[in-house]
């Protein structure tokens, strides 16, 4: 896409999230239905279909279950976990890896990145490991209210590569698109998400645009 494709593409998507945000400020009637709407837009579910590889990206244990069921379904031959390093010498990736053995996925079907400490670096790390071992499609597994934002970035990269990859939100038990004004932890995910989903598609400074 040239510049003048992407600027456009930019404008629609910041036009739909000030069209969000003003129906939230302006709907005196069925406040309900626009909240819940505002809730639905993150969660990003395609057909669900064979692909070479799942790949579970890291945040907490509902992702790589979710990545372990579609291979024990039979949907896919391969397991990618992705994650990095943090705190006391740990590795979010080694965490992702020991949940889905724990599920009775061979290590030998489980390909490992552990340099990932961003959402686009999710992407280019498992890309990478695609590329490497000859792998063309996947099934991108992430929290539902995660998923709107990283099926973008992870489309944009695997396109520029010639791969193909799919959405299937893992379900998280303490999110709930349809209730999610009601908590506040949910209201911080929902507005944080909605503003990394605007620094992405302006292309504001990368890691406010691309981390978990």
Known sequence: ????GASRARAVWLGLLLVLALMVALTATNRESVLQAIGDFLVVRDPLGPAD??????????????AASLMQQGYVQWLIVSGG??????NSADTLLRDAMGMGIPRDRILVDRQATA??????????????HGLRSAILVTSDYHMRRSILIFRREFRRRGLDVRAHPAQETFFDAKRWWTR???????????LKLVAFVLGWPQRLAVNR
Request: aromatic share 6%; proline share 2%; no cysteine.
């Open 184 to 194: 506040d932890f949910e209201r911080r995910l929902v507005v944080g998400e909605y």
């Open 53 to 66: 590889a799942a790949i579970a990206i890291a945040g907490n244990g509902a992702r790589a279950r979710g």
């Open 119 to 132: 959402t686009i670096e999710n992407s280019t790390g498992t890309a990478d490991l695609m590329q490497q």
């Open 1 to 4: 896409m040239g510049l003048g």
């Open 85 to 90: 390093p943090y705190g006391g010498g740990l």
